[in-house]
């Protein structure tokens, strides 16, 4: 199956599934699709996981997911899609847990859009000695067209005090690949990402979200998810 055709089939399957609402005006659902979005829309995007190379055309040309000129569906790659909501800052996960292991991969890239495509620089998540689990991710829009995505980083400031994480690079927190769950350890190494958006939308309205980010950077979204989930299942636990 190539990997059009499993992002053909991992869309369907997600309208099928979610509700949308009825402020949403965007019914363009495939992440390689063109379109402009006002605020409150749902926006479609997806993540490529793959070796750095395979991002590049030629060895030297960076090219979108969604150029079949990079022949990622005849190469070791995944692909995961998402729907957040056009300006709400959103914690997207990838459970890592069970049928997917980021350091067969090694990077990942974040796109969108086929004639105005847009992706992101690689991003390091993982190989068999180190994986990065926090990520911080900007969409930004010119009149409702996707510009770009970039990764946003913290110079490693979330890595202070935690003797079980390294800086890597000075711009990235990992955790040790052998202490995660599934490979050794007892970690929970499920990747997290904080969502944002910046610029503004087809009306011209400005999108605030990274503002809000960036005044809540000491804070971790991943590590509130973390703890209130763990809070969740121990209640849980209690009842039964």
Not at 99 to 112: D, I, K, L, S, T
Request: aromatic residues 12%; proline residues 2%; hydrophobic residues 35%.
């Amino acid at each position: 199956m190539s990997m059009m055709e499993m992002m053909l089939i991992l869309v369907m399957v997600m309208t099928m599934m979610m509700h949308v609402d009825a402020s949403d005006t965007n019914r363009a659902f495939q992440p390689c699709s063109d379109t402009k979005i006002q605020r409150s829309d749902g926006f479609t995007f997806g993540i490529a996981f793959a070796s750095r190379s395979s991002f590049f055309y030629n060895s030297s040309q960076q090219l979108s997911p969604c150029d079949r000129r990079l022949g990622l569906s005849s190469s070791s790659s995944q692909l995961a899609v998402f729907r957040p909501k056009v300006d709400e800052i959103s914690l997207l996960t990838i459970n890592t847990t069970s049928n997917f292991f980021p350091e067969n991969y090694g990077y990942m890239v974040a796109f969108a859009g086929r004639k105005y495509a847009a992706r992101s620089p690689p991003a390091f998540v993982a190989n068999s000695t180190y994986m990065v689990t926090s990520f911080t991710l900007v969409l930004e829009f010119q009149k409702g067209r996707l510009q770009n995505l970039y990764w946003k980083r913290d110079g490693c400031a979330s890595c202070s005090g935690k003797s079980n994480f390294v800086c890597l690079n000075k711009q990235d927190c990992a955790i040790g690949t052998n202490s995660c769950k599934g490979r050794g350890g007892s970690a929970d190494c499920s990747l997290g990402i904080q969502l944002a958006f910046s610029g503004t939308d087809k009306h011209e309205a400005v999108l605030n979200s990274w503002y809000e980010v960036k005044n809540l950077r000491q804070y971790s979204l991943y590590g509130l998810y973390s703890n209130l989930r763990d809070s969740l299942t121990s209640q849980f636990n209690n009842f039964f």
